[in-house]
């Protein structure tokens, strides 16, 4: 494994958010495009407000990936551990999303707190490099 392989995952991560919106869009007909944002407000279907939530959830985890990504990259983290760790990071957060939608709450806790512990390898890993 390469750090573009790292790069890639930083990339899948942001776009994984922009799956779980269109999956909520779909999951009702007559969407509303000219109020996105009213009209989700206003569903009430449950599949759509899970993977809205989880549309939401993967942007809030994306920058802090990304940073870790970054920072590690930076400080001269061995690149095969920053990719491992880029990819449990992209595979947690589908599985995720996935439990999401599925209305799998234990499952959907256990991948975000996993690929929070990706992250805060990352970061503690870069900030031990420089150290």
Same mark, same amino acid.
């Given at each position: ?61 994306? *920058? ?6 970054? !920072? ?5 983290? *061995? ?14 957060? !589908?599985?995720?999303?996935? *439990? ?6 234990? !499952? ?13 390898? !990352? ?9």
């Amino acid at each position: 494994m390469t750090l573009s392989t790292a790069y890639w995952c930083v990339l899948i991560a942001a776009l994984l958010p922009y799956c779980w919106v269109a999956l909520a869009k779909a999951s009702v007909p007559r969407y509303d495009n000219r109020d996105p944002r009213g009209w989700i407000a206003r569903q009430e279907h449950p599949r759509l407000r899970r993977a809205y939530n989880a549309h939401l959830n993967a942007l809030e985890a994306f *920058a802090p990936f990304a940073a870790g990504v970054v !920072l590690s990259q930076l400080a001269g983290v *061995a690149h095969e551990r920053i990719a491992m760790l880029g990819i449990a990071f992209v595979t947690l957060r !589908l599985l995720h999303g996935i *439990a999401y939608v599925a209305d799998v709450a234990w !499952l959907r806790s256990l991948a975000w707190f996993a690929a929070l512990g990706c992250v805060v390898a !990352l970061i503690a890993q870069a900030a031990l490099s420089i150290a």
